[in-house]
């Protein structure tokens, strides 16, 4: 079983509707979880951390699920801008092997 | 300016050389990081080094070398050996690991002809 794993999608959605997706991990120790965006053909950059409590910025929704070892994002009123593909970070704080998720491709349509 | 600085943007190599991408850093930080990334996939961990002088092996570290003289300074090199070596290459650094941000280059595409 991979380490973290991601549904691929693509998630085609129409702008101003809410989608949602999960990452998995199977590692119970971790401890730090990212959500990263990357635009077609660029490097990816940080959107968000994702703390035990959930955290919410603008219209974009992190949460954890310690119990079944799962990070989720949620993004409303989806924009065109949006349309990326967005990467998970699950590690333990001392573990330097910094390994991302496969990515989930969000598309979104006028 | 803060950053990391990859060069060259695009990179065109022969079959049976070797080559060599440059990743540069004034961030201060004390770990670096190699990634390969195919046409449509996710990003896979070559090397990575958390201190200078020391470096590990990620998932796919075969054909590929590393040095970490300098603080600043993770230097990628694509052996002959590497049979698939076009990709885009994406190196990245962060002061504690896993449990902080990561920062990335703008990458390298790497082209064999």
């Known amino acids: 079983r991979k380490e973290v794993e991601q549904d691929p999608g693509p998630f085609n959605v129409p702008e101003g509707a809410t989608v949602a997706f999960n990452c998995t991990y199977s590692?119970?120790?971790?401890?730090?979880f990212f959500w990263y965006r990357q635009d077609c053909r660029k490097e990816p950059k940080l959107l968000m951390s994702?703390?035990?409590s959930g955290n919410e910025d603008g219209r974009f929704t992190a949460q954890l699920n310690r119990a079944s070892q799962y990070i989720s994002l949620l993004i409303r009123d989806s924009k065109l801008s949006d349309s990326a593909t967005y990467l998970c970070?699950?590690?333990?704080?001392?573990?330097?092997?910094?390994?991302f998720g496969a990515g989930t491709t969000v598309t979104v349509r006028a | 300016d803060g950053g990391i600085t990859q060069s060259p943007k695009y990179l065109f190599r022969k079959e049976g050389q070797n080559v060599t991408l440059s990743c540069e850093q004034n961030?201060?930080?004390?770990?670096m990081y190699w990634y390969r990334q195919d046409p449509g996939q996710g990003l896979r961990l070559i090397y990575y080094?958390?201190?200078?002088?020391?470096?590990q092996k990620g998932d796919i570290a075969e054909g590929y070398s590393v040095s970490r003289e300098k603080k600043e300074s993770f230097p990628l090199t694509v052996t002959s050996a590497q049979k698939n070596p076009t990709a885009f290459y994406l190196c990245?650094?962060?002061?504690?690991?896993?449990?902080?941000?990561?920062?990335f280059g703008q990458g390298t595409r790497l082209t064999v002809v």
């Open positions: 994702v703390y035990s």
């Open positions: 080094s958390q201190i200078v002088n020391d470096f």
């Open positions: 590692n119970s120790a971790s401890q730090s």
């Open positions: 961030l201060n930080h004390d770990a």
């Open positions: 970070v699950v590690n333990k704080n001392n573990d330097y092997k910094l390994s």
């Open positions: 990245a650094s962060s002061s504690q690991g896993g449990s902080t941000e990561a920062f």
